[in-house]
């Protein structure tokens, strides 16, 4: 009969330090899931809040809404990018009718998305570089007289 490899012996205690860091690290996944899955519910239902608005024809409501969907920030997720999208279409939208003042609230929401939910490593969103150039753009020359 062979003698048990000791090298398989789970009945050996864990190491005591080992406990505590693999509690820690469950932990933090645990955190992370959860928050994750909060953003993505909180995020989905501040869409369609913001598509209610849209289709109400209350464009000032639907860009607070699509804000707050776009700040509900969880990389991939698909409401961020109807976020993105639907601030786009109202700016867009906005200018050419001449409502220069919705049409800023939406190209800032935008920009204020994509700084906010920078992380190292990321860079700026085409998004984020398309609202600030319009920004650019829209604003006044420094210096001239308003």
Known sequence: MKAPDPK???????QPWLRPLLTVAVTVVLAVCVLGLVLVRRGAAAMDRS???FHAGDLRAAVWEAKAAGLSYVPGSSHVERA???LEAI????????RLDLARLA???LRLIDEQTAYPGRGATAFGLRARAE???ASPARGAPR
């Open 8 to 14: 398989l012996d789970f009945a050996e205690p864990m």
């Open 51 to 53: 598509d209610r608005a």
């Open 84 to 86: 993105a999208a639907r």
């Open 91 to 98: 700016a867009r939208g906005a200018a050419a009718e001449g």
């Open 107 to 109: 190209w800032d929401a």
């Open 135 to 137: 920004l650019d753009r």
